[in-house]
Structure formats: structure tokens, C-alpha cells
């Protein structure tokens, strides 16, 4: 009895936390003013401290919230017996962890008078919370970034005992404290001022619209539209898991949202389990690509590089489309080679009757696009305004479902007030590993800017031998290496902090312009890769889990799948247009897009070894050299030395030589061994 009360106040007392945080958050765009130094440290205050009540040091013990737990991993002690309460320990790490963040804002001017010179009491108070950060990431996003930021820090300090290629004039502890977690250089950096200041409210976003139906109505709307088609399942998938993109910035959220309907459903109409497996996993890491959130890169970047953040959507957009469309004819070009049909009309819901049922759903994604794109908020100011109308539709829904089935209208306000509690609960949740990791990112960004970016940029300038290409491969390769261990977010950091000033200088020495705009998302795109990339791939183990099919196995169809989104960022990288840099008009937009469109089916064709009927291995080149006209025309215009402004009449080239593999296949559509 006793461990059923103190289970019970366990729980609530994580509940008070993680709601009191997601309010605190959501007070933040109207009813606080409070500089951005103070924001930063609460935020990290509480991410710290409900990490040490709910995520356990070790993967055996479960926590006291189910919801936390499934997240999290719950199960048994060594000795076999369950347990369902907070040890004292992690009670006591959670009030350290916050004193020692706090800290930072309780002397603030202490610290400032003082700053470079800390004293013994800051050395103190700063070490650990570094220990105690490192162990809470540990818990929250794995060891791999806690290895790295180690890694980093006995680099910082052992530098000048390295060989003279790596030797670095090292830090003592004092400038290494200051830097680290004694100034907005480090742990309180901008990455986690963007967490603070817009992420959250953007996966509380999310989260709430996943607890009030809107996962369903997306999944079902998706189905009503394409069911019909052949592989309109895996069609419908792929909408689904574009349309919760929108809001949930994680693609492993997104596979367990949208594939514990999906999946079941793909493999019902005959679709082999890995390749329904794979198929949602290639929407749901997309998912990531597709504006508002971008699994926060977007604020970041816009942070990062002083501009708007509509300009970063806007840079943003034609790639993320792009990606979606060539998926899209993937799921086609996969029902061709299965001979798949349409799902049976009982399977089918009516598009009228779920629009009907679900459009309330859509209210808050209007408002929100509407106070983004129209009103031009600020994106916190957006995600604010939104959240409020979705919790009165919350509170309409539910009162319009009393008064219709005559049942006491308290009931449904209460029923209401616990449904919005659930999602503010699910939005702490959430954030906790985007947190813990932005504040990682800012030890490693900060002993990279202790003087390490001098001599980075020289080693991996050397690598590359000073071309633009083999630099974007180093990139590329890194990116998928970090991000097998490390969330997408904190990837894009440590990547753009490293290689985007060397991406920078040798573009300029090089001729190429390469916009700086273009160089952070080819660092954010390949850390996105990497959720599906073997041996790790987290999202496509979650995926294999549903489908009951081999996770390696299921990451690397995944991963052939994107490979149409691993060739866009070297695209748009030599073509900044993609990325509608110097772009100001609506029809050249349009034509780029399009065209691009064709580029990325051009490439898909190839790599899917199918088009109309199954390639042979000429027409490969065929679709490989259409595809690079489609996505850079210029290439056409530099190789025949003919003017620039010549290059869109080169899509006329790229389409004709598309045309011509489409030909090639039709006159053997007969007899296909010709």
C-alpha cells in the first residue's frame, strides 16, 4: 500500500513539473518578459530535472508515468521484480541538477563582474552541472553525444601534447568553465535559446493535436483521398506522414504516430512487411524536412545566420517538396513492380464524412500558417496563438459531444482540462531529448570556438585537397556517421559549427557560390539521413518493430529509398536557385520547382531500376543525365561555354532526354528483353 501512495505521488509530481514547464513556455510570447539569458537557464532547469525523475539510470527499472515509461523503457530490476517508484538518488540528482543550473541567473551579476576570472564557488557549481548534464544526456538522447563532448574536452586540454598536425594551444580550466557554463557561449548558446524560445511551443504544438485525434484524421484523410489507387496505402502513408511532419519535428514520432496504422495497412494489401516497413520510414524522416519545425533547424539556422525565419521556409520548401513528390512516385514505381492494386472500397473512408468529422483539426494548422506567413509573427508568437485556438476547440468538441449525447456538460469540461493536461505533459516529454541535446551541442560549439575552428578548417580542408566536392562528401559521410548516435538537431549543430565556415571559404576561393543559407541545410539534410542509416537507425527500428520485420534490413530499404534525398542537398548546393536564392518571383519559383520535380523522378527511375517496365542497364545513363539537367540546367550552358541566362532553355534538353528513356522503354514494352 505504501508503494501505491508513493507511486502515486511520483506521478503527480511529474505531472506538476512537466505542466507547470509547458506553462511556463506558453506564458512566455504574452504574459512574461524575461531576458533571453533567464528563459534558457529554466528551460534547461526543468529538462534536467524531469529527466532524473523519469528517465532511469538504467533501462530495468520503470518509471511511475506510463506515459514517460513507454517512452523511455520501463521493465524490471536485476532482481526480476518491478518497480514503480523514484529512487531518493534521482531526487536528489533532479534538485542538484536544477540548483546548479539556476545558479547561473541567481548570481548573474556576480558572474558577469567577474567573467573570465571565476571563482572557487563557481568552479564548483559549474563542474557539476557539467557532470550532471553529461549524465542526463546519457539518459535522455544515449552515451554517443556525451562521448563526443568528452572527447572534445580532453581535446581542449591535451592539445598542446598532440601531434603537430592536430596540436592545439589548449585551454586551462578556469577559461574552459567560463566559456562552457559561465557564459552564453556554451551549454546556455543559441541552440538552446531557439529550443527555449520556439521549439517548444512548436512540439507542445504537435503533441496536443496528437492527443486530441488529429493523428486519425490525417491517417484517414490521407486513405480517402489515394486508398483507391494502386499502392494507394503506401500513398496514403506517405500524405499522412507529411502532414504530421508539419508539426512534429521527430521522426521517430512520426513513425509511431502515423505507422501503427500504416504499416498494418500496407502489409494488408499485399505489401511485403520490410517494404511497408521502409516505406514509412522514408515519410516519417522526411517528415523532418517539411516546414514549420524541421526538427528545430529552421529556428536555428534563422538564429545562426541573423535572417527571417519565413526566408529559411522559403529556402527550405522546394527541397522538402521535392522530396516528398520523388517518394511519392517511389510508393508508385514500388506497386508497379508488385503488381499492387487500390485498397477494397470497405477499407475506404468517405473523404466528405472524415472532413466532416475531423476539420476542427485543421483550424489551429490554418491559424498557424495564417499568423506565420500573413501576419508575419514571430514563429513563438504563431505556435502560441494556435495552441489557444486548439485548446478551445478542445473544450467545443467536447462539450458538442455532451449536449449531443445528453451526457453532464462538467464531465466533458473535465474530460477537456484532462486532455489538454495529457498533451502539455506529452510536450514536456517530448522536448526533453531536443533540450538536453541543444544543450550538449553548446559544450562542443563552444570548445570549438575556443580556437579549435582554426585548426579544423585547415585538416579538413586538407582532406578535401581544397575542392568543393570532396568537402561536401567529408560532410556528407560525417553527418551520417554522428547522426547514427546523436538526434537530428544536435548533428546539424556540430556539423554547421564545424564545416559551414570551411564550406564558406572554399566556395569563395573555389568560384562556386555556395550560399550560406544552402551550406546549413546540406548539414541538416544529412543529419536527418541518418534515423534510417544501418547498423543505429532508431526510426527504422521502431518501424521494423510494428511491421515484424528485420530492422537492418528495413533501414537499408529505407535507406535506398532516400537515396533521392541524399542527391537533393548536392544539388542545391551547386544550384542555390533550389533553395530559391536570388528568387523573387512566383512563375521562375514555380518553373524551378517543377522541373526539379522531374529531376528527382528522373533519379528515382534510375535508382528504383524501374520505370515503365524494369531498366536496362543503358537506359540508367539516360535517367542519370536528365536528372542532373532538370535540378541544374546550368551545367549544360558551363559545359558548351554558352551564356547563363540560356540555362532554363536546358530544362527543354533534360526533358527530351527523359522523354527519350520513356521511348526507349515503350518500344520494348512488348518484348521486354530487348
Not at 534525398?565 to 533550389?578: C, D, G, Q
Amino acid at each position: 500500500m505504501l508503494l501505491i501512495d508513493k507511486t502515486n505521488v511520483d506521478r503527480a509530481i511529474i505531472a506538476v513539473i512537466s505542466i507547470a514547464w509547458a506553462l511556463f513556455q506558453l506564458a512566455l510570447p504574452r504574459f512574461i518578459i524575461l531576458d533571453s539569458t533567464t528563459v534558457r537557464i529554466v528551460h534547461l532547469a526543468f529538462a534536467m530535472t524531469l529527466v532524473f525523475l523519469t528517465i532511469p539510470a538504467v533501462k530495468h527499472r520503470r518509471t511511475p508515468t506510463a506515459s514517460f515509461a513507454k517512452q523511455n523503457g520501463g521493465g524490471k530490476t536485476a532482481g526480476g521484480k518491478e518497480t514503480g517508484h523514484i529512487p531518493l538518488v534521482d531526487y536528489i540528482l533532479a534538485g542538484f541538477a536544477c540548483l546548479s543550473v539556476l545558479y547561473f541567473v541567481l548570481d548573474w551579476v556576480g558572474i558577469s563582474m567577474r567573467a573570465g576570472v571565476p571563482i572557487r564557488r563557481d568552479i564548483i557549481v559549474s563542474v557539476i552541472l557539467i557532470i550532471l548534464l553529461l549524465e542526463a544526456s546519457r539518459r535522455a538522447i544515449g552515451p554517443a553525444m556525451v562521448i563526443i563532448a568528452i572527447l572534445f574536452t580532453l581535446y581542449a586540454f591535451l592539445g598542446p601534447y598532440m601531434p603537430s598536425i592536430f596540436a592545439f594551444r589548449g585551454v586551462s580550466l578556469r577559461r574552459y568553465l567560463s566559456q562552457i557554463a559561465l557564459s552564453t557561449e556554451g551549454i546556455y548558446g543559441i541552440p538552446l535559446y531557439v529550443s527555449a524560445n520556439t521549439v517548444f511551443l512548436f512540439v507542445l504544438f504537435g503533441s496536443m493535436l496528437d492527443k486530441v485525434g488529429a493523428g486519425h484524421f490525417f491517417n484517414d484523410l490521407a486513405i480517402s483521398l489515394l486508398g483507391r489507387f494502386k499502392g494507394g496505402a503506401a500513398k496514403a502513408a506517405i500524405v499522412s506522414s507529411g502532414l504530421t511532419g508539419l508539426v512534429s519535428g521527430s521522426s521517430i514520432a512520426n513513425v509511431v504516430t502515423t505507422g501503427t496504422f500504416t504499416i498494418p495497412l500496407m502489409k494488408k494489401v499485399g505489401y511485403p512487411a520490410k517494404i511497408a516497413a521502409a516505406t514509412e520510414v522514408a515519410a516519417s524522416t522526411n517528415g523532418q524536412l517539411m516546414p514549420p519545425i524541421m526538427g528545430a533547424a529552421a529556428f536555428i539556422i534563422a538564429e545562426y545566420l541573423g535572417i527571417d525565419y519565413i526566408d529559411v521556409v522559403k529556402a527550405a520548401a522546394i527541397p522538402a517538396f521535392v522530396s516528398y513528390f520523388a517518394l511519392f512516385y517511389i510508393a508508385h514505381l514500388e506497386a508497379s513492380k508488385l503488381g499492387m492494386k487500390g485498397l477494397p472500397k470497405a477499407d475506404i473512408p468517405r473523404f466528405l464524412t472524415v472532413l466532416k468529422n475531423g476539420f476542427h483539426y485543421l483550424i489551429p494548422l490554418i491559424v498557424l500558417i495564417y499568423e506565420l506567413i500573413v501576419m508575419r509573427h514571430t514563429p513563438n508568437l504563431a505556435a502560441f496563438n494556435a495552441i489557444i485556438v486548439l485548446m478551445v476547440i478542445t473544450f467545443v468538441q467536447e462539450i458538442t459531444k455532451a449536449v449531443k449525447n445528453r451526457t453532464p456538460v462538467t464531465k466533458a469540461a473535465i474530460k477537456s482540462v484532462s486532455t489538454i493536461g495529457e498533451g502539455l505533459i506529452a510536450g514536456s516529454r517530448n522536448m526533453l531529448s531536443v533540450a538536453l541535446a541543444t544543450a550538449m551541442a553548446g559544450i562542443i560549439v563552444g570548445i570549438v570556438f575556443m580556437g579549435l575552428s582554426g585548426m579544423v578548417v585547415e585538416i579538413v580542408a586538407g582532406l578535401s585537397f581544397g575542392y568543393i566536392f570532396p568537402l561536401l562528401l567529408i560532410t556528407a559521410i560525417a553527418s551520417l556517421i554522428l547522426g547514427m548516435g546523436l538526434p537530428t538537431t544536435a548533428t546539424y549543430i556540430v556539423m554547421a559549427s564545424i564545416t559551414v565556415p570551411i564550406i564558406g571559404e572554399l566556395s569563395s576561393v573555389s568560384g562556386v557560390l555556395i550560399p550560406a543559407i544552402a551550406a546549413h541545410l546540406f548539414c541538416f539534410y544529412f543529419g536527418i539521413l541518418a534515423d534510417d542509416t544501418p547498423p543505429v537507425g532508431l526510426a527504422a527500428y521502431t518501424a521494423a518493430a510494428i511491421a515484424k520485420s528485420d530492422p537492418i534490413a528495413t533501414g537499408i530499404q529505407g535507406f535506398i529509398y532516400d537515396l533521392r534525398t541524399a542527391v537533393i542537398p548536392f544539388m542545391f548546393v551547386f544550384n542555390a536557385e533550389l533553395v530559391l536564392y536570388g528568387i523573387n518571383n512566383w512563375p521562375q519559383a514555380l518553373l524551378i520547382f517543377v522541373m526539379a520535380i522531374f529531376g528527382a523522378f528522373a533519379f528515382t527511375n534510375a535508382v528504383q531500376g524501374w520505370f515503365i517496365i524494369k531498366n536496362k542497364w543503358y537506359e540508367i545513363p539516360l535517367f542519370l543525365i536528365a536528372s542532373l539537367i532538370l535540378f541544374c540546367p546550368a551545367v549544360v550552358t558551363k559545359i558548351f561555354n554558352l551564356d547563363h541566362n540560356l540555362r532554363y532553355y536546358m530544362y527543354f534538353v533534360g526533358l527530351t532526354v527523359y522523354g527519350l528513356s520513356f521511348l526507349v522503354q515503350k518500344l520494348r514494352l512488348g518484348n521486354p528483353d530487348k
